[in-house]
């Protein structure tokens, strides 16, 4: 194990991964080869993060929560409880889609709330803050406020989360 981050001992970290100093990772997570998290993030309990998947500094991604591959996550994002990321806008378990992904990018300090589904193929704002339980269909722009199913804008936030 590398010394400049933690992760607790049920956690699963792939060879071929690469994590920030001062992270910490813990129960029951898989970091999957060719991952890419910051420094100083927090990994909460039941994470899984694809070998695709990008994640900043500073991020905090509260328990399970499953970061797909192409979701990229920049700096100081904070992923709620179960929120919810996609990468196929049409799965089928009996077609393979893996080359139909679509990129799903989470700007610098944004917040998403305890079970939000982040629809595949969004962009969400930088310092955008999203409702617990929306469901985000389409881009959110930056310092927004929305909820909803779907989500719709209701307002402004500043960099605190405060609606302005």
């Keep these: 194990m590398n010394n400049s981050y933690f992760a607790h001992e049920s956690a699963y970290i792939d060879e ?3 994590i920030g100093e001062g992270t910490k990772i813990w129960h029951f997570c898989h970091i999957m080869s060719g991952a890419h998290i910051g420094n100083n993030c927090s990994i909460g309990q039941n994470v899984n993060i694809g070998s695709m998947a990008i ?12 970061i797909y591959d192409d979701v990229i996550i920049e700096d100081d994002v904070f992923c709620g409880p179960s929120c919810v990321f996609t990468n196929v806008i049409n799965p089928r378990s009996f077609i393979e889609r893996k080359n139909e992904y679509r990129k ?3 700007k610098k300090g944004a917040s998403i709330g305890a079970n939000a589904t982040i629809v595949c193929g969004v962009t969400i704002g930088e310092y955008a803050f999203i409702g617990a ?4 269909t389409k881009d959110i722009p930056p310092y927004s406020l929305a909820y909803g199913n779907p989500a719709r804008i209701h307002g402004k936030v500043d960099e605190k989360g405060e609606k302005v």
């Design 104 to 106: 799903t990018i989470i």
């Design 55 to 66: 994640i900043g500094n500073g991020v905090k991604i509260q328990n399970n929560v499953s």
């Design 133 to 136: 339980g929306s469901v985000v």
């Design 16 to 18: 071929g991964t690469i």
